[in-house]
C-alpha cells in the first residue's frame, strides 16, 4: 500500500482486515501517522514470514526543518528548543552526508515503537513514565542530498532495517551546527518491493474483497532476499 500521511500502520491493518474478513494481515515494519509511503501488508499465511521481510533495507525520502528540535523529533511534537540556521551550502551538506555513510549508533526515540515490558516506548512516554532504550547499530549505505533550502533539507537515505530517520535528521541539524526535526519523510522501497507497485489507500477502501483477493502477490521462495 501506498500509506498517506494522516493515518497510522495499525490503521491500515485494520481496514484490510475488514475489507477481507480474515484477522491474520499484518504489516512489515511501522510508518510513523506523518510519513508516507510503501507499506508491505501480509495476509494469512504469509504473516508467519514477518520477521523475514522486517529485516530489508528501506529507501526513504526525508525533509528536515531547521532552527527547531521537538520532543517527538518530527512535526507533530512540540518545539522544546529553538537555534538560528548557519548558511547552508551544498557542497559542505553533501561531504557532510557522505561522512556518515556507514554504521550508525543510534537509540530509538522516545516516541517509538520499541516494546518495553510489552508495550510501545512511546505509550510510556505519553504517562511520563520515560524508559531506557537500548542503542542499536544500523548501517546506511548511502546519503544523497536532493535540495537546500534556507531552513530545509531533502535527501534520500538507503539504509538497513532499524534505522529511525527521526534520530538521523536531528545528528544532521547538529553536524550542521543547528537543531532540526523530521518535517516529512515518504518509504520509496523495501528490499525489492518498491512504492510503484503500491496502490494507494483509496483503493482498497473502494475494492471488493475479491479485486483485494486478485491483487495480492504470493510470498517469494525467500522472503528475507
Known amino acids: 500500500m501506498d500509506k498517506p500521511s494522516g493515518v497510522t ?52 525520502d526525508a525533509l528536515i526543518r ?18 538560528p540556521v548557519p548558511p547552508l551550502q551544498r557542497s559542505a551538506i553533501e561531504m557532510m552526508l557522505q561522512s556518515l555513510q556507514g554504521p550508525l549508533v543510534h537509540v530509538p526515540p522516545a516516541y517509538s515503537a520499541v516494546k518495553v515490558k510489552g508495550r510501545p516506548a512511546y505509550w510510556w512516554t505519553r504517562r511520563q513514565q520515560p524508559v531506557t532504550l537500548a542503542q542499536r547499530t544500523v548501517h546506511l549505505t548511502t546519503l544523497s542530498l536532493i535540495e ?3 531552513q530545509t533539507i ?3 537515505v538507503h539504509c538497513s532495517a ?57 510470498v517469494p521462495r525467500s522472503p528475507a532476499a
Not at 182 to 196: D, H, K, N, Q
Open 9 to 60: 500502520s495499525h490503521d491500515v491493518v485494520q481496514l484490510v482486515r475488514r475489507k477481507l474478513s480474515i484477522r491474520r494481515v499484518g504489516h512489515t515494519g511501522t510508518l510513523d501517522p506523518i510519513a508516507e509511503g510503501l507499506l508491505l501488508l501480509l495476509v494469512g499465511a504469509a504473516t508467519r514470514h514477518q520477521q523475514a521481510f522486517q529485516g530489508h533495507d528501506k529507501l526513504y
Open 66 to 83: 531547521l532552527g527547531t528540535q521537538t520532543d517527538t523529533a518530527d512535526a507533530t511534537g512540540a518545539v522544546v528548543r529553538t537555534l
Open 148 to 150: 537546500v533550502r534556507e
Open 154 to 156: 531533502r535527501f534520500q
Open 162 to 218: 532499524g534505522t529511525y530517520v527521526r534520530v538521523l535528521a536531528e545528528r544532521i541539524a547538529e553536524q550542521l551546527g543547528t537543531v532540526g526535526h523530521l518535517a516529512g519523510l515518504t518509504r520509496l522501497r523495501i528490499g525489492s518491493w518498491r512504492l510503484e507497485q503500491a496502490r494507494p489507500l483509496a483503493w482498497f477502501a473502494d475494492a471488493s474483497s475479491e479485486t483485494i483477493r486478485q491483487a495480492l502477490y504470493p
